[in-house]
């Protein structure tokens, strides 16, 4: 595979000189890197930008530093070599710092990378003699990412099922003649949603990040459960559907039937502040659940509560029956 960056193409000579003639389809998107590592430490290295979108530039200078550092680190690696075959111990110089002295060189090397990364945008074309790589240097990795969702939404609107619009079922759960709407959404993916019922109406939906617990790990902004709620025939049910923020589709957890009739509202609750004199009994608490709860209201005048983190959610965990059914939350 090919990479072809003469001066990063962001020079006046080649500047908007790229062209193909090769369906849009095929052109994909290179990534290295998720963007700026923060590594603090002795050994590490500690990059920072600025709220105010001041990012550094990966200029010419920056490419230097990278390549000057390679040549140090292939030096280091030689340094190593003849500092293993020492005899004696010496306090200055030891195979074991030339060790942490390489992987100082080769960690900072990565980091610049990655932030060199950040304002690279690299397209892959499929060409006679194989796939050639082509790389724009950009000014912000704000343009990259615009660049980037518009291209990919030009991709989608040119797919056969958006072009000139897509198809989508009548209201009225007759499974009639399918209307041709031309002023929707892109559509980027289908699948079954509600498997008990496939004639359903969605009537209601909620959204809430995905629990750190959850995912044995403290990082926050991994994903989103959404719940969507439906009318069938007979049953209100409601469908889980979880979304990644590393996946390209979302995955549907759940569907499961919650009462006779239609659900009437649906709202979502944060766990409560935890207390020390609070009951060892997480169900029964007199500062609420410990833990995020769905709260569905139905046509039934009752409101089910759910464990909005529970694997299982074909019980819930409470009733609570009302003298009108709760409309709204």
Same mark, same amino acid.
């Given at each position: 595979?090919?990479?072809?960056?003469?001066?990063?193409?962001?020079?006046?000579?080649?500047?908007?000189?790229?062209?193909?003639?090769?369906?849009?389809?095929?052109?994909?998107?290179?990534?290295?890197?998720?963007?700026?590592?923060?590594?603090?430490?002795?050994?590490?290295?500690?990059?920072?930008?600025?709220?105010?979108?001041?990012?550094?530039?990966?200029?010419?200078?920056?490419?230097?530093?990278? /390549?000057?550092?390679?040549?140090?680190?292939?030096?280091? %690696?030689?340094?190593?070599?003849?500092?293993? &075959?020492? $005899? *004696?111990?010496?306090?200055?110089?030891?195979?074991?710092?030339?060790?942490?002295?390489?992987?100082?060189?080769?960690?900072?090397?990565?980091?610049?990378?990655?932030?060199?990364?950040?304002?690279?945008?690299?397209?892959?074309?499929?060409?006679?003699?194989?796939?050639?790589?082509?790389?724009?240097?950009?000014?912000?990795?704000?343009?990259?990412?615009?660049?980037?969702?518009?291209?990919?939404?030009?991709?989608?609107?040119?797919?056969?099922?958006?072009?000139?619009?897509?198809?989508?079922?009548?209201?009225?759960?007759?499974?009639?003649?399918?209307?041709?709407?031309?002023?929707?959404?892109?559509?980027?993916?289908?699948?079954?949603?509600?498997?008990?019922?496939?004639?359903?109406?969605?009537?209601?939906?909620?959204?809430?990040?995905? /629990?750190?617990?959850?995912?044995?790990?403290?990082?926050? %902004?991994?994903?989103?459960?959404?719940?969507? &709620?439906? $009318? *069938?025939?007979?049953?209100?049910?409601?469908?889980?559907?979880?979304?990644?923020?590393?996946?390209?589709?979302?995955?549907?957890?759940?569907?499961?039937?919650?009462?006779?009739?239609?659900?009437?509202?649906?709202?979502?609750?944060?766990?409560?502040?935890?207390?020390?004199?609070?009951?060892?009994?997480?169900?029964?608490?007199?500062?609420?659940?410990?833990?995020?709860?769905?709260?569905?209201?139905?046509?039934?005048?009752?409101?089910?509560?759910?464990?909005?983190?529970?694997?299982?959610?074909?019980?819930?965990?409470?009733?609570?029956?009302?003298?009108?059914?709760?409309?709204?939350?």
């Amino acid at each position: 595979k090919k990479r072809i960056m003469p001066g990063l193409l962001n020079t006046p000579k080649y500047k908007f000189k790229l062209k193909w003639n090769v369906p849009l389809s095929d052109v994909e998107f290179v990534e290295y890197g998720t963007g700026v590592s923060v590594a603090a430490g002795k050994y590490g290295t500690i990059t920072t930008y600025s709220e105010q979108g001041k990012y550094r530039q990966a200029t010419v200078e920056i490419q230097k530093h990278i /390549e000057d550092l390679q040549h140090d680190l292939a030096v280091i %690696g030689q340094i190593a070599g003849l500092a293993s &075959s020492l $005899r *004696g111990k010496h306090q200055l110089l030891d195979q074991q710092k030339v060790e942490r002295w390489y992987k100082s060189v080769e960690n900072t090397i990565t980091e610049e990378m990655k932030t060199v990364n950040m304002f690279w945008l690299e397209l892959s074309l499929p060409t006679k003699s194989g796939q050639h790589n082509y790389v724009f240097n950009l000014s912000s990795p704000t343009v990259k990412e615009e660049w980037q969702a518009d291209a990919m939404n030009a991709k989608l609107a040119l797919e056969s099922r958006n072009n000139p619009g897509w198809y989508l079922p009548e209201d009225d759960l007759t499974g009639g003649l399918s209307i041709l709407r031309r002023n929707m959404p892109l559509l980027a993916e289908f699948f079954d949603l509600f498997i008990f019922n496939t004639k359903s109406r969605v009537e209601h939906t909620i959204t809430y990040p995905v /629990e750190a617990s959850n995912i044995s790990t403290s990082i926050r %902004g991994l994903g989103y459960y959404v719940w969507i &709620s439906a $009318r *069938g025939e007979m049953q209100g049910h409601v469908s889980v559907v979880r979304f990644d923020r590393n996946a390209c589709l979302p995955r549907l957890v759940e569907s499961f039937n919650v009462c006779p009739g239609t659900v009437y509202s649906i709202a979502h609750i944060p766990p409560m502040n935890s207390r020390p004199d609070q009951s060892a009994d997480k169900y029964h608490t007199k500062y609420g659940f410990p833990f995020p709860t769905v709260w569905l209201g139905s046509h039934s005048s009752k409101i089910y509560i759910y464990d909005a983190d529970s694997d299982d959610r074909s019980r819930p965990l409470m009733e609570l029956k009302l003298r009108d059914a709760p409309l709204a939350m």
